[in-house]
């Protein structure tokens, strides 16, 4: 794969040279353009050792290839990182004074742009026309971060990490995408197992790393929504995303419930301990001292799945609110998983349900998934097994299909 990463001129070009690693490491061919500016941040010879080809700025470098056509008509993929104001006022308006708008106006495949700026920058008003016309020519802009900015300030403007940015790009490149179709709904989104404490140090868990709910998190706010996100998960916070952080079953019902009430979706994503002890020990309980437990006695969890259900049905959360709930299951001798994710969907009531089978070497803590998408009007998507992006955009896209 083939991809022209444009760095414009602002102090996250730093930054880039993450990205390019991420990007060379995955395999991809990638050429380097930065602005004039950008090399004030970043020297060119930085890109050349990352990327292994030659960088140049202006529109009169290498003649005889045509390279400032040539690049746009032979990437698989566009990323510009960071996206400055003034970039971006150049590229909406189809201006081709350098090396690297002349390559966006050559591009035909997808374009992902990752701003970054001050934060009164970001929100001018004419910072965001020109997104809005960028977005509207088929350009994806992703939002940007919030946190530390140039000095002592803080906000909106920050650029996303290379890791969140190559993710899009991966995606991009897999042939998934990224249509702004998710902008002014707020989606809840819960991500991660839960632990049920025993004592201080020990608790009942499961295998769920995560990494599914994290992917909708980031694909839903790429889309456009207002994401929030409550999780046990040890992952970095996508971009953008409110999160909220829980342990137990009962405090992400509690959460849940709370986000829920101003929510147009909510993505069940977590994997919630059906059963919790009784009794949980205030000191270590330690083996031979006589105080061990000859057993622990279980009681259950709170279905909260059921639980949004019927606060949707007393209006306590939004009666026009979608709900999408997760089947991890393993087949038995009664029936199949697909046939268990059939009966889950009915007797659960939710308008969505994610099948998938789960097990020690499948699902849980791996960059891959597939499964089924069952609809409660009767529809059946089945998802070949492929990234764990690949899946969030298949139910992101399920998601707008049912909001219709």
Request: with cysteine; aromatic share 2%; net charge negative.
């Amino acid at each position: 794969m083939r991809v022209v990463v444009g760095v414009g001129g602002g102090i996250a070009a730093y930054k880039a040279c993450g990205l390019i690693r991420l990007l060379t490491e995955s395999g991809c061919h990638v050429d380097v353009v930065p602005t004039e500016a950008a090399l004030n941040f970043v020297g060119a010879a930085t890109f050349e050792a990352l990327s292994g080809n030659p960088v140049s700025t202006g529109v009169f470098s290498d003649v005889p290839s045509v390279r400032h056509v040539a690049l746009g008509q032979n990437a698989d993929l566009v990323v510009i990182a960071p996206a400055t104001a003034d970039l971006m006022a150049r590229a909406a308006s189809g201006r081709a004074d350098d090396l690297l708008t002349s390559t966006l106006l050559t591009a035909r495949c997808p374009v992902l742009l990752a701003p970054a700026m001050h934060t009164e920058m970001w929100e001018h008003p004419a910072t965001q026309r020109n997104v809005e016309t960028l977005r509207g020519d088929g350009l994806h802009v992703m939002p940007p971060a919030r946190g530390r900015l140039t000095g002592a300030d803080t906000g909106s403007g920050r650029l996303p990490e290379p890791a969140d940015i190559a993710r899009l790009a991966r995606l991009l490149l897999d042939g998934g995408s990224l249509p702004w179709d998710l902008a002014g709904k707020h989606i809840v989104v819960t991500s991660g197992g839960t632990r049920e404490e025993i004592d201080p140090v020990r608790f009942l868990g499961n295998r769920s790393s995560g990494k599914q709910g994290h992917a909708l998190a980031a694909l839903a706010v790429a889309r456009g929504a207002e994401v929030t996100l409550v999780t046990s998960a040890d992952l970095p916070t996508p971009p953008a995303v409110t999160e909220v952080r829980i342990e137990s079953a009962r405090e992400l019902r509690e959460e849940t419930l709370r986000a829920a009430a101003t929510a147009d979706v909510v993505i069940k994503a977590a994997a919630v301990a059906d059963f919790r002890p009784s009794h949980v020990s205030e000191s270590k309980l330690k083996k031979g001292t006589g105080a061990e437990p000859a057993e622990i006695r279980l009681e259950r969890n709170p279905d909260i799945l059921a639980d949004l259900v019927a606060a949707r049905g007393r209006g306590e959360v939004p009666t026009s609110c979608l709900l999408v709930g997760f089947a991890a299951e393993t087949g038995d001798a009664s029936a199949s998983v697909l046939e268990h994710g059939r009966a889950k969907l009915a007797r659960k009531g939710c308008d969505l349900l994610v099948v998938n089978e789960v097990g020690r070497d499948t699902t849980f803590g791996r960059d891959h998934n597939g499964g089924w998408i069952l609809d409660s009007d009767g529809g059946e998507t089945l998802v070949d097994r492929a990234s764990k992006d690949i899946l969030a955009g298949r139910i992101l896209d399920a998601v707008v299909e049912r909001s219709r």
